[in-house]
């Protein structure tokens, strides 16, 4: 809970600190890792969830109109498959956090080095 809250208010500090102009890339590149970071934890966090249950409760569906249950594994394949491709999302929040962090020191640096 701790992280989401942080996560949720530093990321609207950074886009108010980030404002509405545009005079370096490495900046924006940060803020759009960030951005792809959030939106990736809300798909681990919500979607992987109702995806799960959702995929449960037709499985039941099926079941309950007497299919064998090869039928009902073949019928949900490719739902499966999606949701298998979505339980691996924290594989991708990591990463994109590092180079999120890693754009952002390098924007903290250069912003020492350059600024008058
Ligand atoms: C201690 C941390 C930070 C410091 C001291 C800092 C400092 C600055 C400064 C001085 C500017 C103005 C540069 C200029 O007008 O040329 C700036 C702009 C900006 N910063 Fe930061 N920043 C920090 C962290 C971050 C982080 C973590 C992000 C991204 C996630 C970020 C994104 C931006 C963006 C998008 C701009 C606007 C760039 C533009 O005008 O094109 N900053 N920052």
């Given at each position: 809970m701790l992280h989401e809250y942080l996560a949720w208010g530093g990321s609207i500090l950074l886009l108010v600190h980030a404002g509405?102009?545009?005079?370096?890339?490495l900046p924006w590149l940060a803020v759009a890792m960030l951005l792809i970071n959030v939106a990736s934890g809300l798909v681990g966090k919500f979607l992987l969830k109702r995806s799960l249950e959702s995929l449960k409760s037709i499985r039941q569906v099926l079941m309950d109109t007497g299919l064998e249950k090869e039928a009902v594994d073949k019928k949900l394949f490719l739902d499966s498959i999606m949701v298998d491709a979505m339980k691996q999302w924290r594989t991708i929040h990591l990463p994109i956090a590092f180079v999120f962090g890693f754009f952002s020191l390098l924007h903290i640096i250069t912003v020492f080095i350059f600024s008058k």
């Open positions: 509405i102009h545009f005079n370096a890339i």
